[in-house]
């Protein structure tokens, strides 16, 4: 069945340091969304890539989506206090009629002052 | 600000009770979702929906029903609590995409605690 796997499951830094999670799918994926989870929170949306090798930025994140559209990855750079959470990746098959996403089971950063 | 609501936020209850996690959204998403999340943990899909009488079983559904009568309102129900159902449950929408998925929208959750 449809895997989305995720590394590292945790992740401490510190503060200034570059941080990157990485997502694999066992199938081609007709998009990758990112979220983001407060310690205590909801996952809140912050991206989405659709194109065959996409990269955007936001900021001090940088998002790829890869050529097969199998992998992705988020990297940040210079890590503050309020980068802390769990950052999932998501996304449905390309061949799914009803596009139900599946999720990684999330990286959670640790950022130390 | 996304408009989506779970009631309650907190719940504790004896093992045996019946109880409904009720999720009410106001963009009139066609689709719904309910999660379950152990805290900074995976998310494990219990039941979805793309429309109105339309619900289908995740990879968690675990004697629990769900009903999408109306657009806006997607209840979960345990119909037997049991402590291994304490955990924390998430409501989430998302539009009838042209991209074939969306983003989703989700709800601050329930953390529910069976005793």
């Known amino acids: 069945g449809q895997q989305v796997m995720q590394i590292p499951q945790y992740q401490h830094v510190q503060e200034g340091e570059d941080f990157t999670t990485y997502c694999n799918s066992s199938t081609t994926l007709s998009n990758i969304q990112w979220y983001k989870q407060r310690p205590g929170g909801h996952p809140v949306f912050l991206i989405q890539l659709v194109k065959s090798g996409e990269v955007k930025k936001q900021k001090r994140l940088t998002f790829q989506f890869g050529e097969a559209k199998k992998n992705s990855s988020l990297h940040i750079t210079a890590t503050q206090t309020t980068d802390v959470g769990t950052y999932f990746c998501?996304?449905?098959?390309?061949?799914?009629?009803?596009?139900?996403?599946?999720f990684g089971r999330g990286t959670q950063l640790t950022v130390w002052p | 600000e996304a408009d989506i609501y779970q009631t309650p936020r907190y719940l504790v209850i004896g093992t045996g009770k019946k109880i409904t996690l009720e999720c009410s959204q106001t963009m009139g998403h066609d689709k719904m979702y309910w999660y379950q999340q152990d805290p900074g943990m995976e998310l494990h899909l219990i039941h979805y929906?793309?429309?109105?009488?339309?619900?289908e079983k995740g990879d968690l559904s675990s004697e629990s029903t769900v009903s999408r009568i109306r657009t806006e309102h997607f209840p979960l129900t345990l119909e037997s609590a049991r402590p291994s159902h304490t955990s924390q449950y998430l409501c989430?929408?998302?539009?009838?995409?042209?991209?074939?998925?969306?983003?989703?929208?989700f709800g601050e959750g329930s953390r529910l605690t069976v005793l």
């Open positions: 998501a996304g449905p098959p390309l061949r799914s009629t009803l596009g139900r996403l599946y």
């Open positions: 989430a929408s998302g539009p009838r995409a042209r991209v074939r998925t969306g983003e989703l929208f």
């Open positions: 929906s793309y429309g109105v009488n339309s619900t």
